[in-house]
C-alpha cells in the first residue's frame, strides 16, 4: 500500500500514474474539501495540456498578450504564441481527483496526518504502515519535517484577491516588475481580475496598492505559501518521497507550481529510483531559474526599466514570445547571444 499526504493536484496525479503501475494508493487530506483554499493564480501554460487533459468545463478564460510594465510607466506587450489558459483551480483540482480514483484510488478527506516514526504513520490517531509514504503536503510539507527532508526552505508569500475592476481587453495579463518580485492582473472574465503580489515579506500591504491602483472592488481573498526552489533538496529518504512544493518543485522565475509538479508526479512510479528520474527532467530547468531569481532579487527600479526596454523590440522580443517561460535552458544562451547587454544581469546571476 503507498500512502500520500496531500489530495492536491500534484497528490491526485501521483496516485493516478501509481495506480496505473497497479499499485493500491490511499490519499489522505486534512482539508474537508478538494480545491479549496484556493492558493495560486489558476495561470497554466500550454505545457500543462501536454501533461493532463485540460477540459473546458474549467477554462474561464485565454490569455494570449503578456503586458510587462516597467517600474517609470513603460511597457512592452509579449504576443504569446501558444496562449495561456485561467482556470477554475477548485474544478480542476476535483477533476484530478477523479481521474485517481477512476483507477481506484482511495482518497480519504479530514484526515490529518501527525507524524511518521520507524515505518509508522499517525493518521487522525490511527497508526498505518505503508509500503511507501508521500509527501505531497506542500510547502510547509509535515512529511518532510517528519523524515529528515525539510532543510533549509526559504517560503515566499502570495498574497491574490478577485475583484472587480474595469478590464481593457481580457486577451491581456498584467506584469507588474518592482513591486515585490512582481505582481499581477490577470482577467478570468471581463469584469474579474485576480490581482496578486509575490514577496518575501509585507505582501499584503503591497497587494493593497495594486487593489487602489486598479480602483478594484475585492471579491475574494486567496492566496499561501511558496517555496522557494533548493536545489540541495532531497527527494527520498528511505520509503518516503517528496514531490509538488513539498520537494520545493516551483518555478523560482514566475513561482508557478503546477507543471514542474506534473513532470516530477510523471517520475514517481519508479520509486526507488524516483529521485534520479526527476532531477533529471526538471533539475536544470529549476537551478537556472533560481539564478535568474537570485539575480532580479537584486534588481533595482533602474534595472528592471532596462530590462524592458532591451525587450521592446527585435530578437529578444521574438525569442521570449516564441519560447514556454516553463524551460529556461531552451531559451537563455539565445537571449545572450541576441543581445549581450544582458550579460549584465547574468553577471548578477552568476554572482547569486
Given at each position: 500500500m503507498?500512502?500520500?499526504?496531500?489530495?492536491?493536484?500534484?497528490?491526485?496525479?501521483?496516485?493516478?500514474?501509481?495506480?496505473?503501475?497497479?499499485?493500491?494508493?490511499?490519499?489522505?487530506?486534512?482539508?474537508?474539501?478538494?480545491?479549496?483554499?484556493?492558493?495560486?493564480?489558476?495561470?497554466?501554460?500550454?505545457?500543462?495540456?501536454?501533461?493532463?487533459?485540460?477540459?473546458?468545463?474549467?477554462?474561464?478564460?485565454?490569455?494570449?498578450?503578456?503586458?510587462?510594465?516597467?517600474?517609470?510607466?513603460?511597457?512592452?506587450?509579449?504576443?504569446?504564441?501558444?496562449?495561456?489558459?485561467?482556470?477554475?483551480?477548485?474544478?480542476?483540482?476535483?477533476?484530478?481527483?477523479?481521474?485517481?480514483?477512476?483507477?481506484?484510488?482511495?482518497?480519504?478527506?479530514?484526515?490529518?496526518?501527525?507524524?511518521?516514526?520507524?515505518?509508522?504513520a499517525k493518521i487522525n490517531n490511527e497508526i498505518i504502515k505503508p509500503e511507501w509514504l508521500i509527501g505531497a503536503d506542500g510547502p510547509n510539507s509535515q512529511v518532510a519535517k517528519c523524515s529528515s527532508l525539510f532543510t533549509n526552505r526559504k517560503l515566499l508569500i502570495g498574497s491574490q484577491v478577485r475583484a472587480e475592476m474595469k478590464i481593457e481587453d481580457q486577451k491581456i495579463m498584467d506584469i507588474y516588475l518592482g513591486n515585490g518580485c512582481f505582481s499581477w492582473s490577470v482577467p478570468e472574465s471581463e469584469k474579474i481580475s485576480r490581482l496578486g503580489v509575490v514577496s518575501y515579506e509585507h505582501s499584503n500591504n503591497l497587494l493593497?496598492?495594486?487593489?487602489?491602483?486598479?480602483?478594484?472592488?475585492?471579491?475574494e481573498h486567496q492566496g499561501g505559501l511558496i517555496p522557494l526552489y533548493n536545489p540541495k533538496q532531497k527527494l527520498r529518504n528511505k520509503n518516503v518521497l517528496l514531490v509538488g512544493d513539498a520537494a520545493t518543485q516551483v518555478k523560482p522565475t514566475t513561482f508557478g507550481g503546477i507543471v514542474?509538479?506534473?513532470?516530477?508526479?510523471?517520475?514517481?512510479?519508479?520509486?526507488?529510483?524516483?529521485?534520479?528520474?526527476?532531477?533529471?527532467?526538471?533539475?536544470?530547468?529549476?537551478?537556472?531559474?533560481?539564478?535568474?531569481?537570485?539575480?532580479?532579487?537584486?534588481?533595482?527600479?533602474?534595472?528592471?526599466?532596462?530590462?524592458?526596454?532591451?525587450?521592446?523590440?527585435?530578437?529578444?522580443?521574438?525569442?521570449?514570445?516564441?519560447?514556454?517561460r516553463d524551460f529556461p535552458s531552451k531559451f537563455i544562451l539565445k537571449l545572450m547571444l541576441a543581445k549581450p547587454k544582458l550579460l549584465k544581469f547574468a553577471w548578477k546571476a552568476y554572482w547569486a
Open positions: 503507498i500512502s500520500i499526504i496531500g489530495a492536491g493536484p500534484i497528490g491526485c496525479y501521483s496516485a493516478y500514474k501509481l495506480a496505473l503501475e497497479g499499485y493500491k494508493v490511499n490519499i489522505y487530506d486534512s482539508k474537508g474539501i478538494i480545491g479549496k483554499p484556493i492558493q495560486c493564480t489558476g495561470l497554466l501554460t500550454s505545457q500543462a495540456s501536454k501533461l493532463v487533459h485540460i477540459d473546458n468545463d474549467y477554462i474561464l478564460n485565454k490569455i494570449s498578450v503578456a503586458r510587462l510594465h516597467a517600474p517609470n510607466g513603460k511597457y512592452i506587450d509579449i504576443d504569446m504564441k501558444k496562449e495561456n489558459i485561467v482556470i477554475d483551480r477548485a474544478i480542476f483540482d476535483k477533476n484530478l481527483a477523479e481521474l485517481a480514483q477512476s483507477q481506484g484510488v482511495k482518497i480519504f478527506l479530514k484526515h490529518k496526518f501527525e507524524n511518521f516514526s520507524n515505518g509508522k493593497q496598492k495594486l487593489v487602489r491602483e486598479n480602483n478594484a472592488k475585492i471579491l514542474p509538479g506534473l513532470l516530477a508526479a510523471r517520475e514517481i512510479k519508479y520509486l526507488e529510483n524516483y529521485e534520479k528520474k526527476c532531477n533529471k527532467i526538471i533539475k536544470k530547468d529549476l537551478v537556472i531559474g533560481l539564478k535568474i531569481r537570485k539575480a532580479m532579487d537584486k534588481f533595482n527600479n533602474k534595472d528592471y526599466n532596462e530590462l524592458v526596454n532591451i525587450f521592446s523590440t527585435g530578437k529578444p522580443k521574438e525569442i521570449i514570445e516564441t519560447h514556454d
